[in-house]
């Protein structure tokens, strides 16, 4: 099951930044935070990752708590074409050492004209 | 950002065919995971293979899947005899960077096989 909880949807104008925020209170010490989004049906799009401090890339900012029990997520000026599924998914570290990412249901962030 | 081909982009098939989707990363890579989404549901992990092995597999990987790379590129999905239950997205993720530790998967724009 998925380490996360998101809100279904939330909407945002616009132009405007649009926060989008995560629960992961059983995170673990060394397991890392990472958002994906998903637009229609196409694959999974990767958006950014951090483990405790807070990254910032050309797409997105990602602001991780201090008890790593939450973050957001921010797109600072939201465009029609980022509506999509945003989902928040803690890395699990497998025993053969592969990268498993465990998707949840995603949260649906619309952005308005 | 690592490009990864998968093919075809839509598959059609009756039930208990043999179907195989492919993928093709534009680089070696390390690791190679196949997901997929039934219509509506949440993105699935199948299957993780390293070094020409599979690392790890979900109890949804029974016996009617395989995995491989025939030829040290493509890596391959196939699905022995279909059933109605597999029509979904089918979806190729491979590792960011062969080197780094937490790097990124990033996934192909998936196969959507049809089973009649």
């Known amino acids: 099951d998925a380490k996360t909880t998101q809100p279904p949807s939330m909407d945002c104008a616009e132009g405007r930044a649009a926060n989008l925020p995560c629960n992961h209170s059983?995170?673990?010490?060394?397991?890392?935070v990472y958002w994906y989004r998903q637009i229609h049906s196409q694959g999974p799009q990767y958006i950014i990752h951090?483990?405790?401090n807070n990254e910032t890339n050309e797409m997105a900012s990602l602001i991780i708590t201090e008890d790593r029990k939450s973050s957001t997520l921010i797109l600072p000026h939201a465009t029609l074409r980022d509506t999509a599924v945003y989902y928040c998914?803690?890395?699990?570290?497998?025993?053969?050492?592969?990268?498993?990412?465990?998707f949840g249901k995603g949260m649906k962030l619309t952005v308005n004209p | 950002e690592p490009e990864v081909t998968q093919t075809p982009s839509h598959q059609v098939t009756q039930m208990g065919q043999e179907v195989i989707l492919r993928c093709v990363p534009i680089?070696?890579?390390?690791?190679f995971y196949w997901y997929r989404q039934i219509l509506g549901q949440k993105v699935e992990f199948l299957v993780s293979?390293?070094?020409?092995?599979?690392?790890?597999k979900s109890e949804i990987f029974d016996d009617q899947f395989s995995v491989e790379r025939p030829d040290g590129s493509n890596f391959t999905l196939k699905i022995r005899s279909t059933k109605l239950e597999d029509s979904a997205m089918y979806f190729c993720?491979?590792?960011?960077?062969?080197?780094?530790?937490?790097?990124?998967?990033?996934f192909g724009n998936g196969t959507r096989l049809t089973v009649t």
């Open positions: 998914i803690v890395r699990v570290t497998t025993q053969g050492g592969s990268e498993k990412l465990v």
């Open positions: 059983t995170i673990s010490g060394n397991e890392y």
């Open positions: 951090g483990l405790k």
């Open positions: 680089s070696n890579h390390l690791y």
């Open positions: 293979f390293y070094n020409n092995e599979i690392s790890e």
């Open positions: 993720a491979i590792d960011g960077v062969k080197t780094t530790y937490n790097s990124p998967l990033h």
